[in-house]
Each structure stands twice: as C-alpha cells, then as structure tokens.
C-alpha cells in the first residue's frame, strides 16, 4: 500500500510529510535516531490496536448476553 492511498484525504498529514522526506542529507546516527523513533511509534500503535481489539471484544460479548 502506497502512503498516497492511506492519507489522499489528507496531503498535510505529518506522516505524509514524512515519509516523502528527503534522506540523502541525515547522517548515519540521525537516521539511526529516526529508525528508533520510528520502531517505538509502531510498538505504540500495536498497543493501541490491541487496547481497541480487546475493548471490542468485551463489549460484544456484554451485548451477547
């Protein structure tokens, strides 16, 4: 999936701005900082995406009842 399809609806979408970012002036430990930064912004949308999996989970099963 292309970063336009995710966020057409929005073209000023701070991560769309990022991921068209030019690397060729980072140095090698700022795109280090920037891996870094980046892997500890996908474990913190993993917990958020598990929070509302099981937030949803309970509420189904509170409506089955």
Known sequence: ME???LF????D????RLV????????VAELEAR???LEGEIERCRERMKTAVNHRATAESLFKR
Request: proline share 18%.
């Open 8 to 11: 057409a609806k929005r073209p």
């Open 20 to 27: 068209r970012q030019d690397l060729d002036p980072l140095s």
């Open 3 to 5: 970063p336009d399809d």
């Open 13 to 16: 979408d701070p991560l769309n």
């Open 35 to 37: 891996i870094a930064l």
